[in-house]
Each structure stands twice: as structure tokens, then as C-alpha cells.
């Protein structure tokens, strides 16, 4: 078994999930890296691996679709055999698939909750009974401001994300007696490829949503994860962290 701490991240390539895994490897974790095999991905992931070791940490990097259940256990059991341990899971792995509600499709409604909803409960079972043994453990899953107060146009998305709050905080309740706690972040607008593309008019108009005016950085998600990871929040879970410079109060 190994003795640094190990961490997965699933949707490590990009983004939040790609922000996780550089702060965790910063803080001395071994990194397993989830990813979806498509298009040139797994360059990015060699890349990113890359990145990881001149740290001085370990990269293994796990491809596969958080929705299929088989290809979860085969991951998980991956992750087992290589590292014997598995001390925090990140649930960042999501999409969208924006419409307004008379448009979504069945299938626009199906492929937003099996991969942000039912992937998370399918990494959340495999990752539960590693860290049962263990006595011990994090879980951390992206939730959204959206799961909160909801968006037009994506009543697929807020209920995935409603969904994970839902379920991390029963499973906080389930799991608290074997030491292993479970939480949320919910952040609100951050700058990400998403909300490169905007328009400098819904830019703005967003802002003027936001207290403290701005978009939030990728590393400000990380960072809380990290957070809620760490020794430091021992006595915390069941909770839900928004990262959203004051939308939601």
C-alpha cells in the first residue's frame, strides 16, 4: 500500500477537475485522473500526468465513463490494485445539454442525469466500499448554484445537481460512523471554457448578479475541495459550500 494519500478525480482533464488535480498533487497527493476516451484526450491526460510527476507525486490515469457501471467497477478495481487505498473521491465529472423546458428532449433530460447524477451515485457506491474498510475518507461532489435556486433553460442540469446535494447529504448521514464524510460545493459563475465564449453584454449582465462582481477562478473551487479534503475539516459534512461570490445568500 502506498503511503502518500490518494485522491480521485473524475473529469480530470479540464477546467475544475483539471484545477483539482494540480492542487491536490501541490499538496502531496498521488492523483488518479478519470476521463472520457475521445477525440485527442488521452494526449491531454499524458500531459497532465506529466505535469503531476514533476511534483514529485504519482499520476495514474483512469479513462472511462463515470455512467456506465461496469466500466466504474473496472476503475475502481484499477485504482485498488495499483494503489491499495483510495482516501478522497471528487465527483466533478458533468455536462450540460441547455435548452428551455418545452424543447429538452427525453434524451437531453437522460444524458445530463446519467453522467452528472447516476455517475456520481455509481462512483460514490465503489468509492464507498474502499473507504468502509478503510474507516476513513472524503467525498467531495460538484453540485451548482443552479441545484439551488435553478436556471432557465436547464431544468436538466439543476436537477442533477439538486440531486447531488440531496444524495451527498443522506450519505453524509449513512457513512458518518465509519469517519468518512461527505460534502458539496456549489459554485456559481466561474471562469471556465463555458463562460469564455459569452458575449461582453451577458458578461456583464451576469456580474451584476455577483456581490463581489466577477467571476470566480477555477482555482477558488479547487482550493475549498482541498479544503474539505484535508484534517482541517475533520468535524465537517452533510454540508453544502457555495463558491459564488455571494449570489446565493
Same mark, same amino acid.
Given at each position: ?107 437531453? /433530460?437522460? @444524458? #445530463?442525469? +446519467? ?5 456520481? $451515485? %455509481?462512483?460514490?457506491? &465503489? =468509492? ?86 466577477? /467571476?470566480? @477562478? #477555477?482555482? +477558488? ?5 482541498? $479544503? %474539505?479534503?484535508?484534517? &482541517? =475539516? ?16
Amino acid at each position: 500500500m502506498c503511503e502518500r494519500k490518494v485522491v480521485l478525480v473524475t473529469g480530470g482533464l479540464r477546467g475544475i477537475g483539471q484545477a483539482c488535480v494540480m492542487a491536490f498533487c501541490k499538496k502531496g497527493y498521488n492523483v488518479v485522473i478519470n476521463y472520457r476516451q475521445h477525440n485527442n484526450n488521452h494526449e491531454i491526460a499524458q500531459s497532465l500526468k506529466e505535469e503531476c510527476e514533476a511534483l514529485g507525486v504519482e499520476a495514474y490515469l483512469a479513462p472511462g465513463d463515470v455512467a456506465n457501471k461496469l466500466e466504474v467497477q473496472d476503475m475502481f478495481k484499477k485504482v485498488k490494485e495499483h494503489f491499495g487505498r483510495l482516501d478522497v473521491l471528487v465527483n466533478n465529472a458533468g455536462i450540460t445539454k441547455d435548452r428551455l423546458f418545452l424543447r429538452m428532449s427525453e434524451d437531453d /433530460f437522460n @444524458q #445530463v442525469i +446519467d453522467t452528472n447524477l447516476k455517475g456520481a $451515485f %455509481l462512483c460514490n457506491k &465503489e =468509492a464507498a466500499r474502499m473507504m468502509m474498510k478503510q474507516h476513513s475518507g472524503a467525498i467531495i461532489s460538484l453540485a451548482s448554484v443552479v441545484g439551488e435556486i435553478g436556471n432557465i433553460g436547464q431544468v436538466n442540469y439543476a436537477a442533477s445537481k439538486a440531486g447531488i446535494i440531496a444524495m451527498s447529504q443522506s450519505l453524509a448521514r449513512e457513512l458518518a460512523s465509519r469517519h468518512i464524510r461527505v460534502n458539496c460545493v456549489a459554485p456559481g459563475f466561474i471562469e471556465t471554457d463555458m463562460t469564455r465564449v459569452l458575449s461582453e453584454d451577458i458578461v456583464e449582465s451576469m456580474q451584476k448578479q455577483i456581490p463581489l462582481g466577477r /467571476f470566480g @477562478q #477555477v482555482e +477558488d473551487v479547487a482550493n475549498a475541495i482541498v $479544503f %474539505l479534503a484535508s484534517n &482541517e =475539516a475533520s468535524y465537517i459534512t452533510g454540508q453544502v459550500l457555495n463558491i459564488d461570490g455571494g449570489m446565493v445568500m
